[in-house]
């Protein structure tokens, strides 16, 4: 099951407040940027993020899941608890660089 739009939707809504937010649909799926930063991978109607150590004793119970088949496992993000949500991104932003730009040849 695709994730919906609503859903994409209600994600960025739960991350309000914490900067600039955008997703982008990616192989059917999509990546919630905050701050120009990739931070949350949104498949099948879930929230992921990377299993870093800046989040590791905040999401010590998080359900953990891949996002899609070849990928590493993620934590399973509680997205319906806003304010502990936007603690665990706020990290993210922090560590996550931004994308290196790509060239365009010709």
Known sequence: MATT????????EQLNGIGA?????????YTVYVEDKPVVTVCNNTAFVKMLPCIADLMH???IGKPYDSAKEHYVLDIDNA????????????VTP?????????
């Not at 739009?5 to 960025?12: A, G, K, L, S």
């Not at 304010?83 to 922090?94: N, P």
């Not at 931004?98 to 010709?106: D, E, T, Y």
Request: charged share 40%.
């Open 5 to 12: 739009t609503d859903f994409i939707e209600y994600v960025c």
């Open 21 to 29: 937010i955008r997703y982008r649909k990616m192989f059917g799926e």
């Open 61 to 63: 119970e998080a359900e």
């Open 83 to 94: 304010s502990f949500s936007k603690q665990i991104v706020e990290k993210l932003v922090e």
């Open 98 to 106: 931004l994308p290196k730009s790509k060239r365009r040849a010709g």
